[in-house]
């Protein structure tokens, strides 16, 4: 027998020589680390990372108009978590990366692309419901050639090589498990997300894509939730806003007992005001939308061979008149048209859409509403569809049940593209030369002076820009405006003229809705106003953006007054005041704020305190009046309705 013996020696060696156990896992790592499939799979996967940010910065860029960007850190994840999750989602179901990122761009760019030629035209981003005008809008820009920058050239190419090299990568990028790894990494960028939504922190601007589907996930309808602060409870804790400090501090005080207590105030101050007498016999009134009226002999350094609103400038030597410091620019008009109706202002609502598109079951308190319980005719005219807007809807809600948009006209008389502003003015003359029972209360919103401005509209100019150096487009664009301006003017004089002779006394409250946007990123304002970005505009630089001139007339007064500048909201009280007679309360509270608090407070950018000089920020002082002012209008259009009745009743 053969006895095979190890001694201990020997196995102490054996022992030495051996692996040990870290050693053996750090062997194993390496090896797995050289084998082709990891590093098929470190690839594909730090590709697959890649890939979302690449997309939200290159859609953020184009929205922005620049390669350096203005969004915050958080925001920026929150997007790139949303591109992850839907990345993940399309490479699962197609199993082919270029496709999947494909498709996420042609999601992203286009409405990048579409966000920065909105916002170089009306200084406003893309929302949701602009999709439902695509058709619509082009035919109000006729087509007008979209001339994308540079930045938007390049990065349109690199996104397309970035497509191109998947194509060309397309077998490296299948390794084993990719298919399960994105659907992991899909739905690790949805929980990403959440937490990056509820997480605070965070400077800079919303990034646009969060901001675009934050508002497509949205109802439309504000919250109740209005912030006050003033004086911590205590001695003065009992003061409302309207007799000093307010007394809450960082509470919503949105209920029947703060907001009757309030209104309580205001009737006591109100006690002692003189009422605006009305007149021997109920006027008609006209409140007349001049598409994109506004005056360029205010813009520094800009030449033009004549006055294009000269019949405006002698008609203010007897009324009422100022500028309009609009809530919009380049756009929006039923933004605008809104708050001259109803004397709301749009951005304290914090809709993520136009208010004719979230128009509420509760019939808003409207000039035409209170005439209509005056005992007037209600009527409208628009030539262009009534479905744009939501117009039609939202009139009828207003209380204008007899609305005539284009589709019902026949053979209206067009000047250039749109029908013309003459043809509107012998319209309104018919209308007024008819026999009736009652006094007439109008709205006319005309179109002859819409965008585009890029193309030679008429065959004969009546005006020219006589700067040298300006550039041959920009030319074009302001000649035409400006005669558009010319033709506006005309038909206003008309009116007016038909009015002198009318036996019927008559009021005419005619403005315009918004100054245009002559050539791109505010090439206009660019060159002879010296703005540079929107960061970088002045209060007085937005003050001359935002301002456009109206006028109060009528053929029974004389009266001439200069009101200055006045918030858009603010027009409805200051045509009420000047025909007299009964009134909702609400818009004799608008007086007390006009008068004692400020006139404008419309953009986010400007600010016009009543005691003069304009900011780009609401001073602190503002913020209870302006939460009150914001309560006073939830409870009547979308609130529990408080006050509501107490607000909409006529009172001398």
């Known amino acids: 027998m053969i006895h095979n013996s190890v001694t201990e020696t020997e196995k102490k060696t054996a022992a030495e020589s051996a692996p040990k156990p870290h050693l053996r896992a750090a062997a194993r790592v390496a090896a797995f680390v050289r084998a082709e499939s990891f590093r098929r799979g470190a690839f594909f996967a730090a590709v697959f990372a890649a890939l979302p940010l690449f997309a939200v910065y290159a859609s953020e860029a184009v929205a922005g108009g620049s390669f350096r960007l203005n969004v915050g850190a958080q925001s920026f994840l929150l997007a790139s ?44 981003r893309l929302v ?36 191109a090299a998947l194509v060309l990568l397309r077998r490296r990028l299948k390794p084993d498990g ?94 002692d005001v003189p009422e605006y007498p009305a007149a021997a016999e109920a006027p008609d009134v ?13 813009i520094d350094g800009l030449q033009l061979s004549r006055d294009p609103i000269e019949n405006l400038r002698r008609l203010q030597s007897e009324s009422v008149h100022g500028f309009m410091l609009s809530t919009s620019f380049g756009g929006g008009t039923a933004d605008v048209e809104y708050e001259v109706l109803s004397g709301n202002i749009l951005r304290y609502f914090g809709l993520s859409d136009s208010f004719y598109e979230t128009v509420s079951a509760r019939s808003p308190l409207t000039l035409a509403s209170v005439f209509k319980e005056r005992g007037y005719e209600i009527s409208a005219v628009h030539p262009f569809r009534g479905e744009f807007y939501n117009r039609r809807a939202a009139y009828l809600s207003f209380g204008i049940e007899d609305f005539t948009a284009l589709e019902d006209m026949t053979a209206p008389v067009y000047s250039g593209r749109f029908v013309g502003d003459d043809w509107l003015a012998d319209t ?49 664009a302001l000649e035409t405006s400006a005669q558009g301006l010319i033709n506006a003017d005309r038909a206003l004089a008309k009116l007016t003229d038909y009015l002198r002779t009318s036996e019927r006394p008559a009021v005419v409250l005619f403005f315009g809705d918004h100054q245009p946007s002559l050539g791109s990123q505010k090439e206009l304002y660019r060159l002879y106003e010296g703005v540079s970005d929107r960061d970088g505009v002045t209060a007085e630089q937005w003050r001359d953006i935002l301002q456009t001139p109206f006028i109060i007339w009528s053929n029974y007064k004389t009266e001439e007054r200069d009101l200055g500048y006045v918030g858009s909201n603010f027009l409805s009280s200051r045509l009420l005041n000047y025909v007299g007679g009964e009134q909702p309360l609400f818009y004799r509270f608008q007086d007390v704020v006009f008068n004692d608090f400020y006139g404008y407070d419309g953009r986010d950018l400007l600010f016009l305190p009543s005691d003069g000089g304009f900011v780009t920020e609401r001073p602190a002082k503002y913020n209870n009046i302006a939460a009150l002012y914001s309560m006073l209008q939830y409870d009547m259009v979308y609130g529990e309705g408080y006050v509501d009745a107490r607000l909409r009743a006529l009172r001398d």
């Open 286 to 298: 006209i409140v007349y939308l001049s598409e994109s009226f506004w005056d360029p002999m205010q």
């Open 428 to 476: 309104l003359i018919e209308r007024l030369s008819a026999e009736s029972d009652k006094p007439r209360f109008i709205v006319a919103v005309s179109m002859e002076n819409h965008q585009p401005f890029d193309e030679k509209r008429y065959g004969e100019y009546e005006i020219e820009a006589l700067n040298a150096d300006m550039p041959d487009t920009l030319r074009l």
């Open 128 to 163: 949701p419901t602009d999709l439902r005008y695509t058709f619509k809008i082009s035919e109000l820009s006729g087509g007008a050639v979209l001339k994308p920058t540079v930045h938007i050239i390049l990065l349109a190419v690199l996104t397309a090589a970035v497509i």
């Open 81 to 124: 978590a949303v591109a992850e999750t839907l990345l993940g989602l399309l490479y699962f179901a197609t199993r082919r990366l270029f496709c999947a990122f494909a498709v996420v761009s042609v999601a992203a760019l286009p409405l990048s692309i579409a966000s920065w030629f909105k916002y170089a035209v009306r200084g406003t």
């Open 178 to 271: 990719a298919k399960l790894a994105a659907a992991i990494a899909a739905v690790a960028a949805l929980w990403l997300a959440f937490a990056a939504s509820v997480a605070a922190g965070g400077g800079g601007d919303r990034a646009f894509l969060h901001d675009f589907f934050a508002r497509a996930g949205g109802s439309g309808v504000p919250a109740s939730n209005f912030t006050v602060t003033g004086e911590p409870p205590g001695a003065d804790s009992e003061t409302p806003v309207l007799g000093g400090s307010l007394g809450f501090d960082g509470k919503n005080p949105y209920n029947a007992e703060y907001l009757n207590a309030q209104l309580d105030i205001l009737e006591a101050m109100l006690a």
